[in-house]
Each structure stands twice: as structure tokens, then as C-alpha cells.
């Protein structure tokens, strides 16, 4: 997957409205009118839209998933967090990386299976209840912390999805993390720190991520020219 698509699929979801593009808004005469409309329609309407080519939504599976996670006290919290946010539309299909995107739908990979599925689902339920790991500075000069910032939230998403996937009894994911073993073999204190290192250290992505560092410092660049 290019960057630039890992970009797309990761974006997280923006709480309510899109407070970012709206100081851009007069200045954007290029902007098209679908995409003025689509804005318009996201900010009156709390609904995601349907799931995109290729996904489908389905509610018992969903609800499989959601059980797993509410077995586990952990999941249970991430579920419970995100529920007093507007939930995800949940679909699920070929996504060579699960994400949530800036619009509120969820995209699971269809061939996951159930533990490693609901430990994914509470990565992204974290994502849902926090909001954006971007959090978009005041200008440029900004974006480096911001950026790290962002790093920081999936590294703790990322953390939690591991301590999911033991709870859960994961023996043999298809999500191959190469930060998975080392991980576990340090003191807990050390084990989110741990994976934020390795996700500075791949800003371009690595097995089973996306280009995170290299993704949000240009969705920040772009948004702080
Ligand atoms: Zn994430």
C-alpha cells in the first residue's frame, strides 16, 4: 500500500465536525462543490456514510467482536469509552490495514480472526473515544511535537491492542508486529515506550502498520502551509 493510500486509510476520526478545514474555508476557491457539500452533510449529519466498495457491514459479527472485547476488562473500557462518542459504522473486508477514517467508519480486515479482529476493534474504539491522534498546531513550526503526539496516542492504541491480543488468547495473528516479542520481554512500564520508539524509528511503516510518522507529518504540513 503506498503511503499516501496507508495515509488515507488512517486517518482517525475528528470528533463532531472538521475544525481543522474550517479557518481554510474561505481561502479554498478551488475547493469542488461535492466536497463542499460533503462537509455541509458531515457536519449536520452525525451519521457515517456507507461502507465503502468492497465492505460490508454486519451487525452479528460486530456484535461477536464486541462481546470478545467486554470479556476482558480492558476491551470492556475501550468499548464503554467510545460508546459516549458517535459509534463507528463498523465494515468489514479486504483492508490490508484496519483503520478508522476521518468520517467514522471502520474498516476490519473480513479475515482476521475473532480475538486478533476485537483486539484491532479496541485500537480503533481507543482512537474513537480520544479523537485524532493529530491534533493540528497552531502553525508549522508546531507540527514535529505534533506529530510525535500522534505517534505517542498509537503507541498506546498499539499497546493496548497487544494486551488484547494475550487476553484474548491470540496464539498465531496475521498482523505480524515485528515489536510484538521484545515487547513482552520488557518491564511493563517500559512496553508502550517501547513501541513508540519503534514507530519513530519507521516513519515510512513497517509488517502490519501503516506509514504513520511520514502520514501525519504531511497531513500536518498540508494542513499548516
Ligand atoms: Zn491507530
New binding site residues.
Given amino acids: 500500500m503506498t503511503a499516501e493510500g496507508s495515509d488515507k486509510f488512517?486517518r482517525?476520526l475528528e470528533k463532531g465536525s472538521h475544525p481543522p478545514l474550517e479557518p481554510e474555508f474561505p481561502r479554498r476557491a478551488a475547493l469542488t462543490l461535492a466536497l463542499v457539500a460533503s462537509l455541509v452533510a458531515c457536519r449536520s449529519t452525525p451519521e457515517p456514510p456507507p461502507c465503502p466498495r468492497g465492505f460490508s457491514m454486519d451487525e452479528a459479527r460486530t456484535g461477536v467482536l464486541l462481546d470478545a472485547l467486554s470479556r476482558v476488562p480492558e476491551g470492556r473500557a475501550a468499548r464503554d469509552a467510545a460508546k459516549s462518542s458517535p459509534f463507528p459504522r463498523v465494515c468489514f473486508g479486504p483492508a490490508a490495514v484496519s483503520?478508522l477514517t476521518s468520517e467514522g467508519v471502520i474498516m476490519l480486515d473480513a479475515s482476521l480472526g475473532e480475538g486478533e479482529a476485537a483486539a484491532r476493534l479496541g485500537?480503533?474504539l481507543m482512537?474513537v473515544a480520544r479523537g485524532s491522534?493529530l491534533v493540528l498546531p497552531d502553525d508549522r513550526a508546531g507540527c514535529d511535537a505534533a506529530v510525535d503526539r500522534a505517534l505517542a496516542a498509537?503507541a498506546d492504541?498499539?499497546a493496548l491492542e497487544l494486551r488484547l491480543r494475550r487476553a484474548l488468547g491470540v496464539a498465531s495473528p496475521k498482523i505480524p508486529y515485528a515489536f510484538e516479542e521484545e515487547h513482552w520481554k520488557v518491564e511493563p512500564e517500559a512496553r508502550t515506550p517501547l513501541v513508540l520508539a519503534y514507530l519513530r524509528a519507521h516513519p515510512d511503516g513497517a509488517p502490519g502498520l501503516d506509514a504513520l510518522g511520514a502520514g501525519y507529518a504531511r497531513r500536518c504540513r498540508e494542513a499548516r502551509p
Avoid: G, I
Fill in positions: 488512517h482517525t483503520a485500537h480503533l482512537h491522534p498509537e492504541a498499539l
